[in-house]
């Protein structure tokens, strides 16, 4: 279990986080979703040892990261943002040096049972420098998954994977999910927190300002969403509760206009266009 | 401080890492260049004619490039590979987050240091054989490069993790080693130097490891500068694992 309560970070003058707190269970993908410098990538770095907090808690299994960081250090798995990989070593190389430090028994076999799982295994012997943005993604998870930690997280998994290599990793997470471990992802990619997350919290500008299931989210802003083009071409949204509303809405409409279910793209835009002031 | 198993894998991943930079071409050749062109220019240079006590200059000089040599290897690998490891590469990050002390991760990373400069420091020992018929290596010449080694590579683990840029790395080069290379008694006898200079060149530790590893005896000068680089290990190690505990991105 993951719990995150009231915590802050300001760099200088820059609240990047502001008082956010949420818990993630055993056994669920929680995501957190929110445009660039909305905090995600910090909340995960002050939950996974990288950064200090300058205010709140965060707790892993119950324990606090810097009470007993060694102990919360046994219990996670991150698959950084930027690729931390020693890029000069190979990718066997890489799981052995990260399964020694997390002093992983039986490391030979599980190296290879983590390669096959990302198939990368034929590729072991070869140079990090020489993966291609997929590859090292996936080299991140299994390395990540190596220790078998009950808390994972995952910054921005399939940023820059081609759809393919996404659908294999999102196969690997909901396996991960089924194994019963927390799963704490940040994303950009909306698609992905709908496949996914059993539940999703909205980051803007530090602070968390939703906090739900993707379809909550959705029933919350209006299950149907009226769009229209205007002689600018500018698009007009206009969300509804049920589909007679929005279908009575379209009727008034003299303008080009479609009738379509919300997505939590359309819920995602709609609670942060205030924050950030557009 | 507890050191423990954790400091292995960190010592593995350094040496994989060399064992790959090693398989380069001019890897060698550019560890042994400096010194070796020291060596040519003063040993069989300038100071062809040259002799202390009784001996030649060469003889002189091949402990103190041993000596500099240990400095310049142990402490630049710590310092531009931890540099850059922690600013631009983020690898430290995985160390930072494994389930071991802040003492392993820089016990880890100043024994791979050590490698590297008794690994550059033997090429220099095995040119010394080859120059200087009478060179000879004693418990107490071994003893004064590990001890080199070790303090230099905490230091540059210290530099490693307070640079902010690579350019920070480089400056630190500038002002401290390169000055230290010259004015500790590599290429000359320290009882020529004028009485102010010596106050200072008495507080820097290649000094005492000049000293020490010129040393056939432990006598009371020996065992003060062992004393001394002791003392510099010591703080240059526990200031070193002081900030790896307090690494904060």
């Given at each position: 279990m993951i719990e995150i309560a009231k915590i802050r970070?300001?760099?200088?003058?820059?609240?990047?986080v502001d008082e956010v707190s949420f818990s993630v269970s055993?056994?669920e993908v929680f995501g957190l979703l929110g445009?660039?410098?909305a905090g995600k990538?910090?909340i995960i770095?002050m939950a996974?040892?990288?950064?200090?907090?300058?205010?709140g808690y965060c707790r892993i299994?119950?324990?606090?990261?810097?009470?007993?960081?060694?102990?919360?250090?046994?219990?996670?798995?991150?698959?950084?943002?930027?690729?931390?990989?020693?890029?000069?070593?190979?990718?066997?190389?890489?799981?052995?040096?990260?399964?020694?430090?997390?002093?992983?028994?039986?490391?030979?076999?599980?190296?290879?049972?983590?390669?096959?799982?990302?198939?990368?295994?034929?590729?072991?012997?070869?140079?990090?420098?020489?993966?291609?943005?997929?590859?090292?993604?996936?080299?991140?998870?299994?390395?990540?998954?190596?220790?078998?930690?009950?808390a994972?997280f995952?910054?921005?998994?399939?940023?820059?994977?081609?759809?393919?290599?996404?659908?294999?990793?999102?196969?690997?997470?909901?396996?991960?999910?089924?194994?019963?471990?927390t799963v704490l992802l940040t994303?950009?990619?909306?698609?992905?927190?709908?496949?996914?997350c059993n539940r999703v919290g909205i980051l803007?500008?530090g602070r968390l300002i939703a906090l739900d299931t993707?379809?909550?989210l959705?029933?919350?802003?209006?299950?149907?969403?009226?769009?229209?083009?205007?002689?600018?071409?500018?698009?007009?949204?206009?969300?509804?509760?049920?589909?007679?509303?929005?279908?009575?809405?379209?009727?008034?409409?003299?303008?080009?206009?479609?009738?379509?279910?919300?997505?939590?793209?359309?819920?995602?835009?709609?609670?942060?266009?205030?924050?950030?002031?557009? | 401080?507890?050191?423990?198993?954790?400091?292995?894998?960190?010592?593995?991943?350094?040496?994989?890492?060399?064992?790959?930079?090693?398989?380069?071409?001019?890897?060698?050749?550019?560890?042994?260049?400096?010194?070796?062109?020291?060596?040519?220019?003063?040993?069989?240079?300038?100071?062809?004619?040259?002799?202390?006590?009784?001996?030649?200059?060469?003889?002189?000089?091949?402990?103190?490039?041993?000596?500099?040599?240990?400095?310049?290897?142990?402490?630049?690998?710590?310092?531009?590979?931890?540099?850059?490891?922690?600013?631009?590469?983020?690898?430290?990050?995985?160390?930072?987050?494994?389930?071991?002390?802040?003492?392993?991760?820089?016990?880890?990373?100043?024994?791979?240091?050590?490698?590297?400069?008794?690994?550059?420091?033997?090429?220099?020992?095995?040119?010394?054989?080859?120059?200087?018929?009478?060179?000879?290596?004693?418990?107490?010449?071994?003893?004064?490069?590990?001890?080199?080694?070790?303090?230099?590579?905490?230091?540059?683990?210290?530099?490693?993790?307070?640079?902010?840029?690579?350019?920070?790395?480089?400056?630190?080069?500038?002002?401290?080693?390169?000055?230290?290379?010259?004015?500790?008694?590599?290429?000359?006898?320290?009882?020529?130097?004028?009485?102010?200079?010596?106050?200072?060149?008495?507080?820097?530790?290649?000094?005492?490891?000049?000293?020490?590893?010129?040393?056939?005896?432990?006598?009371?000068?020996?065992?003060?500068?062992?004393?001394?680089?002791?003392?510099?290990?010591?703080?240059?190690?526990?200031?070193?694992?002081?900030?790896?505990?307090?690494?904060?991105?």
């Amino acid at each position: 279990m993951i719990e995150i309560a009231k915590i802050r970070k300001s760099f200088g003058a820059v609240l990047a986080v502001d008082e956010v707190s949420f818990s993630v269970s055993a056994g669920e993908v929680f995501g957190l979703l929110g445009p660039n410098g909305a905090g995600k990538t910090t909340i995960i770095k002050m939950a996974t040892l990288l950064t200090r907090p300058d205010a709140g808690y965060c707790r892993i299994d119950g324990v606090d990261v810097t009470e007993d960081p060694l102990a919360v250090k046994k219990r996670i798995g991150v698959v950084p943002q930027a690729n931390n990989l020693d890029r000069e070593l190979t990718a066997y190389e890489n799981l052995l040096i990260y399964g020694m430090l997390h002093r992983v028994g039986h490391l030979r076999d599980k190296i290879e049972m983590a390669l096959k799982t990302v198939e990368l295994w034929d590729r072991r012997d070869s140079v990090v420098e020489g993966f291609s943005g997929g590859m090292q993604r996936r080299l991140l998870l299994a390395r990540a998954l190596l220790p078998e930690p009950q808390a994972l997280f995952l910054d921005e998994p399939s940023i820059g994977l081609d759809p393919q290599i996404r659908s294999q990793l999102w196969e690997i997470i909901r396996k991960i999910r089924i194994d019963g471990r927390t799963v704490l992802l940040t994303t950009h990619y909306i698609q992905e927190a709908e496949a996914l997350c059993n539940r999703v919290g909205i980051l803007a500008k530090g602070r968390l300002i939703a906090l739900d299931t993707p379809d909550n989210l959705r029933r919350r802003t209006g299950e149907f969403v009226v769009e229209s083009v205007d002689g600018d071409g500018k698009l007009h949204q206009a969300f509804c509760r049920t589909r007679e509303d929005a279908e009575s809405t379209a009727a008034v409409s003299h303008s080009s206009i479609r009738v379509r279910a919300t997505s939590l793209e359309d819920a995602f835009i709609d609670l942060t266009k205030e924050r950030l002031g557009k | 401080m507890t050191v423990g198993y954790g400091w292995y894998p960190v010592f593995l991943r350094e040496m994989l890492l060399f064992k790959h930079k090693l398989l380069r071409v001019g890897y060698v050749a550019s560890a042994m260049v400096t010194p070796l062109i020291y060596l040519v220019t003063f040993g069989l240079g300038l100071g062809r004619n040259v002799t202390i006590h009784g001996s030649s200059y060469i003889a002189f000089l091949i402990p103190g490039l041993a000596a500099m040599t240990s400095m310049n290897n142990s402490y630049s690998w710590m310092a531009t590979a931890l540099g850059l490891n922690r600013i631009y590469y983020k690898t430290f990050q995985t160390l930072v987050q494994a389930p071991i002390h802040a003492s392993s991760i820089i016990f880890g990373e100043i024994m791979a240091g050590m490698v590297k400069g008794l690994f550059a420091s033997a090429l220099i020992v095995a040119a010394g054989f080859a120059a200087s018929p009478g060179f000879s290596v004693s418990p107490i010449f071994l003893l004064a490069l590990l001890l080199n080694c070790f303090l230099f590579a905490s230091l540059g683990v210290i530099v490693g993790m307070r640079a902010t840029s690579h350019e920070d790395t480089a400056t630190y080069s500038n002002f401290v080693i390169m000055p230290m290379a010259f004015l500790s008694g590599t290429f000359f006898q320290l009882d020529r130097l004028p009485g102010y200079l010596k106050a200072i060149v008495y507080v820097l530790p290649l000094t005492h490891a000049n000293i020490l590893i010129r040393k056939t005896l432990m006598d009371q000068q020996a065992w003060l500068s062992l004393a001394v680089l002791v003392f510099y290990a010591a703080a240059f190690f526990f200031y070193g694992a002081a900030l790896i505990r307090r690494y904060n991105e």
